[in-house]
């Protein structure tokens, strides 16, 4: 039997419905229910229900993006900083293993560009560059890079990073949604996640008897904000006339009010571990391809 917090939110609800078409056998845990927040209280269930894995999906991203986390700081420090630490020490003492969510948001950037003239990502063994130590983050990624610090030389604990999900469903949490809504658009490079894919990577992990530890999990690749705008418009599913923000300075001067992270990740770590994700501009073509309306 397999463990799910955090099933209700977007991430949360992939994992219920993967873990559904594959007839594995789960619980999803709401706070209702369980008060997972609390150590002894999730220890006792870990002790009474003995599952074979427990899956955190639980977390705090703010709606309807970062920039409402700088108003609900409490909230986001408890709910990505405190809570992994609460579950780490529950499923320590039971010998419990789990996978937790985390972000790729706590890095900036790329480390440069290498011999092929493409921008070198950041992999799982960088220190992040956009935390409150660098003391120039949103306080979204400072509280995301603390959840990783936490966890940091945790036993039989997978550490999954998710960067910018999309898939081919309208939703407001969907990237290729967002872009589509918003009135003007920062150009960008970014790595990216196609959230049916990364579920799935994340429970082969497990699945596969991968070392525990931490794995980018995000679509080979990096894409360009110019790009993915260019894919949307040959696709047809948005007839729009799209505009761009002069600079990262306009954008923060007139839309913003927190920094962003636009980072380039490395996950060749997952793919020689035999998991495979389909590279990202194939992947939001497929998206875009069969792209479902909801509105």
Request: charged share 20%.
């Amino acid at each position: 039997m397999i463990v799910l917090l955090g099933g209700s939110g977007y991430v949360g609800n992939a994992f219920r419905a993967y873990l559904d078409s594959r007839g594995i056998d789960h619980r999803l845990i709401a706070r209702s229910q369980v008060d997972y927040a609390n150590r002894d209280t999730l220890i006792a269930y870990l002790r009474e229900t003995r599952p074979r894995f427990l899956i955190n999906a639980a977390g705090y991203t703010g709606r309807p993006n970062v920039d409402a986390c700088e108003l609900h700081k409490t909230e986001c420090l408890a709910g990505n900083a405190v809570l992994p630490g609460v579950i780490r020490a529950a499923c320590e003492e039971t010998g419990t293993t789990w996978g937790h969510v985390s972000s790729g948001c706590i890095f900036t950037g790329d480390k440069g560009t290498g011999t092929d003239g493409k921008p070198i990502g950041f992999t799982e063994g960088d220190a992040p560059n956009f935390s409150f130590r660098q003391n120039h983050c949103s306080f979204y990624s400072g509280t995301k890079a603390l959840g990783e610090e936490i966890l940091h030389g945790a036993e039989n604990c997978y550490l999954w990073r998710l960067r910018i999900p999309f898939d081919h469903v309208e939703s407001p949490r969907n990237y290729l949604t967002k872009m589509m809504r918003y009135e003007r658009l920062l150009d960008a490079q970014n790595s990216l996640s196609h959230l049916g894919e990364f579920v799935r990577a994340c429970w082969e992990t497990h699945e596969k008897g991968c070392s525990p530890g931490i794995y980018n999990v995000t679509n080979p690749g990096f894409v360009t904000t110019r790009e993915v705008i260019d894919l949307i418009e040959k696709s047809g599913v948005c007839r729009k006339q799209f505009s761009f923000f002069d600079s990262e300075d306009e954008f923060m001067r007139i839309a913003a009010k927190t920094p962003r992270s636009n980072c380039v990740l490395d996950a060749s770590k997952l793919a020689r571990s035999g998991i495979a994700m389909t590279e990202v501009h194939t992947a939001l073509a497929a998206a875009l391809q069969n792209w479902v309306g909801t509105s």
